[in-house]
Every structure is written in C-alpha cells, then in structure tokens.
C-alpha cells in the first residue's frame, strides 16, 4: 500500500537523449494507473526512474510522502515486470520465484506456500521445475509476474507484461491481473501499447507522447473528452476520422464546414467552445473530429435527420463478424468530378476525405456503394487546426473557470500596462496544456555548470600533487 508523487520530473539520458519531460502525477494508494502512449514516449523511462534503476535528472519522486530519489532499488519496497521477463536462466521457475524472498529471510513453509499460491493463478505450476530455456516467451512472462506477486511489495510496476501472449491467455491475464490488485490492495503502475488493457484495467490512464503527459483521466473520460487531437486519435480503434473545417453562421446556428458539406453543430456543442467569436466565420480552421461509431447508416435515422448526413463512396468493407469496418470517401459534387482529370497525379497527402465507420455487421453495404452517412453530431469533436487543443469545454463549468481566468489575465495585462510595463497579451489556454517548467536548457546548463565545477576540482587536485 503506497501513495506516489512524482514532480517534475526529467529524464535527460547521458547522450543527450531527453526521454521524459516535466512528468507530474499523483497516485493514490490502491489505484490502477496505466501508462499508454507509441513506441519511445518515456513509458518504461519513467517507470525505470519510480523503481530506481534510472537515475532522475531533475524532480522528486515521493513514496508515502519519503522523497525516495536517492534511496537504493531494493530500500522502495518495489517489485518490477520488465519488458524482457529477465529471469535467472540457471534457476528453476521455482527458485526464480522464490529468490527475492529467501533474500528476506522469509520462513521456508511460506515462501512454498506463496509460491505455489502465485503459480496456480498464472497457471503454471506443471512447470515449476523447469529452468527458463525450457518455457516459451509467454510462459517465461508468468513467471516474471509470479516473482513480482510472491513479494507482495506496496507498489507494483509492470512493463508490458502481456506483450509475448497470444490473444486468448492474454484476455484471461488481464482479469487475473486484476482480480491480484483487488486482492492484493496495492498501487499498480502498468505500461501497455494495448487499448483494450488500458481502458479495462486502469482507474486513470496517462497518455504520453515525445516524453511529455498529454492526458491524465479516467478510461471512459479519456475516451469522451479527449484534450488534443493526439489523445483523440490514439484512444479508440479504429481512429477517430479528422477533417479540415470551418465554423459558419450564426451564433446561434453554427455550421461546420468541411469540403462540400455543411452540418448543423447542436446548440448544446456551440454553447461549450471556449471562444466561438475566434472561429465563426473566420480565416482560423479547425479539426473536425468523429469517430467511425458515432457514424450511422441506419435508414430511419437518415430519412429523420437528413442535416447530419453526407454522401460516402465505399471503397473497402471490412467483415470483423461482431461488427463491419467501412472504409470509404466523401463523395464530390458532379461538376468537380468532371473537371478532375484522370492523367492529374493527385497529392494523398492531402486527401483529408477518406473516412472509416463502424457499422452494425448485418448491413448489407457492399464495396463499391454510393451511400449516405449520418454523423452523430453529438458526439462530435472539434479541436484548433494549430494548436491541436479541444476547443470545446468538457461541461459548462470547466467554460465558466477558462473564462474567469481568462478575465483575471486580461485585468492583470491591462493592470501592467497601465503601469507602463509591456505585458505579453492574456491569452488563457482553454485547458493545462503540459509546458515544461524549467526548459531543457537550463538542465544543460545545470549539467554543464556541474560538469564544469568537477574539471575545476580535479584541476584543484592536480594542483595539489
Ligand atoms: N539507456 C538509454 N540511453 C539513451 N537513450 C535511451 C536509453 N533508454 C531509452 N532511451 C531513449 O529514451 C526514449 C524513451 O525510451 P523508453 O524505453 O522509455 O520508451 P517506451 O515508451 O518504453 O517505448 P516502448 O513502447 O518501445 O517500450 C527513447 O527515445 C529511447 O530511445
Ligand atoms: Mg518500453
């Protein structure tokens, strides 16, 4: 049982490499965080630095409230599940297992009896004789998580420990591994690439990118208010479809447009964005975010909704069983396709009218269908084509603190200015958008400062001699 801080920490490897930026959390004792983000974001980084095996650059790291940043690996009271299940190959499962409590002076009887408690839940107890060689790459795994489990430590960290199962014992280790943290009550830190894991198994989910927290929140929060554009497509599968657009109307009937079509934004939507005035009719476009299941081609709700529809080409159908993918294109006025010539090497990279939506698996659309989609326009997300930031506030509350604080800034610019200081104009950020704190270059400098100060020593010394 633990609480964990970490605060501002960095991680700046030897070569330079700044694998973790500004990373600020605090874990609850019992929670289930889990870090998600793509390959080389600083997922196994950070939790290398919460176990101790990575020095942190810069930050602290608190464990119950004790700083912990200098405390050895095996003084925190941490178990780990690496990435590669390092076991001890000259050890039977058994030892492997039993190792780190025989460290601890832990009774013969009990470490048996734990041990072969952790063994039957993993299922591998036919195996506890066998040296590591001798297992495959997902049995290898169980037992790096059976070690982890024997130790009943406060704090957990596994590295995707999942990751060499295939797909039907990976299912069953999930609710097991689950089932252990409610058993055990412990603070369980979990790294993954899968989505499923992540929204099933974690009470919170940092999203990571390029080393800096883009998102901190609970699964189904993560997955209905996205922050950025990046959370927004990298939670939920198949992706959310992204279009260029723009905002028309009036105030009170806002209109996206995205290529040749124009749909109805409901009033609930126009009432949350942050500043409308920035967008309605302007020159400024944005991202018109929807994701494949919030578009619909049941035919009751066309003919009731015609607003909300456009017409799609369907390129590819995708039959997963329990649900089809389509995959398809917004389909272009008859003039334009006319004008288009074939013999035109046409940009893909551009081509921002491809989209994919997940329909009910009986529907009979075939390649090749030239259909009408209704967008669920409810569910529909809108973020600045720049900043790549939602500009829609998650309820009315969240829009009533950005504009108080928006008019608190304004008052101190004017306040600044009026005192003949040139103050920057107040511009809120409409959400907290993770800004390092102490830019890299003053890490560097501190490192060079350091580095410089230790040559001015061991010239000192040389002196000295
Ligand atoms: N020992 C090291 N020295 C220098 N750079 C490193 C070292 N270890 C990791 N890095 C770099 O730090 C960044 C973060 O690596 P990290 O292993 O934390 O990523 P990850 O999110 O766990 O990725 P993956 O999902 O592939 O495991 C990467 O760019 C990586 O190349
Ligand atoms: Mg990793």
Redesign the pocket.
């Known amino acids: 049982m633990a609480s964990l801080q970490l605060k501002n920490i960095y991680k700046v ?3 330079g ?1 700044t ?2 930026s500004d990373f600020n959390l605090d874990i609850q004792d019992k929670e289930f965080i889990v870090f998600v ?10 939790l ?1 630095m919460i176990a101790g095996l990575e020095e942190i650059s810069d930050g602290e790291l608190y464990i119950d409230g004790e700083l912990k940043n200098n405390v050895a690996p095996k003084d925190r009271d941490i178990a780990m599940v690496f ?1 590669n299940y390092a076991l001890y190959p000259h050890m039977t499962v058994y030892d492997n297992m039993a190792f780190g409590l025989k460290l601890r002076k832990v009774p013969k009887a009990e470490i048996d009896e734990r041990v072969k408690e952790a063994a039957r839940i993993l299922g591998i107890e036919m195996y506890l004789t066998r040296k590591p060689k001798a297992l495959s790459g997902g049995q290898r795994q169980r037992v790096a998580l059976g070690r982890a489990i024997v130790r009943e430590p406060k704090v957990f960290l596994l ?2 420990p999942l990751s060499n199962l295939d797909a039907k014992l990976r299912a069953q280790m999930r609710t097991e591994i689950t089932k252990i943290h409610n058993r055990l009550a412990t603070t369980f830190i979990y ?1 993954t ?1 899968d989505q499923v894991e992540a929204m099933t198994m974690g009470t919170r989910i940092v999203v ?1 990118k390029d ?1 800096f927290m883009q998102q901190v929140d609970a699964p189904q929060a993560l997955y209905d208010y996205p922050i950025n554009q990046f959370v927004a497509g990298f939670i939920g599968t198949p992706q959310m479809n992204f279009f260029t657009a723009k905002l028309t109307g009036t105030k009170d009937k806002v209109y996206v447009e995205f290529g040749e079509e124009k749909l109805l934004l409901p009033k609930e939507k126009v009432d949350l964005i942050y500043s409308l005035e920035d967008y309605l009719n302007t020159d400024k476009e944005v991202t018109f975010g929807v994701r494949p299941e919030d578009l619909h081609i049941e035919e009751d709700l066309i003919a009731k909704h015609p607003e909300y529809c456009m017409p799609v080409d369907v390129d590819v159908v995708e039959m997963l069983g329990s649900e089809t993918l389509l995959y398809g294109k917004l389909r272009k006025s008859v003039e334009e396709q006319e004008s288009d010539n074939p013999d035109e090497i046409k940009s893909i990279v551009d081509d921002v009218s491809n989209l994919i939506a997940k329909v009910d698996s009986r529907s009979q659309v075939k390649r090749g269908d030239k259909i009408q989609m209704l967008i669920d326009m409810a569910h529909c997300h809108l973020f600045d084509k720049e900043t790549e930031m939602t500009i829609i506030a998650r309820d009315a509350e969240a829009k009533k603190a950005y504009l108080e604080n928006k008019k608190e800034e304004e008052a101190k610019a004017a306040a600044a200015a009026e005192a003949g200081e040139a103050a920057p104009a107040a511009e809120a950020a409409p959400v907290q958008e993770p800004a390092p704190k102490k830019s890299f270059k003053d890490l560097f400098k501190k490192k060079a400062k350091a580095e410089k100060h230790e040559a001015e020593k061991s010239d000192e010394e040389k002196t000295e001699e």
């Not at 983000?37 to 950070?46: A, I, L, V």
């Open positions: 490897y030897p070569s490499v694998a973790v983000g793509p390959s080389g974001c600083g997922k196994s980084t950070t290398r990435q590295d995707e790294v690439h990571m080393g």
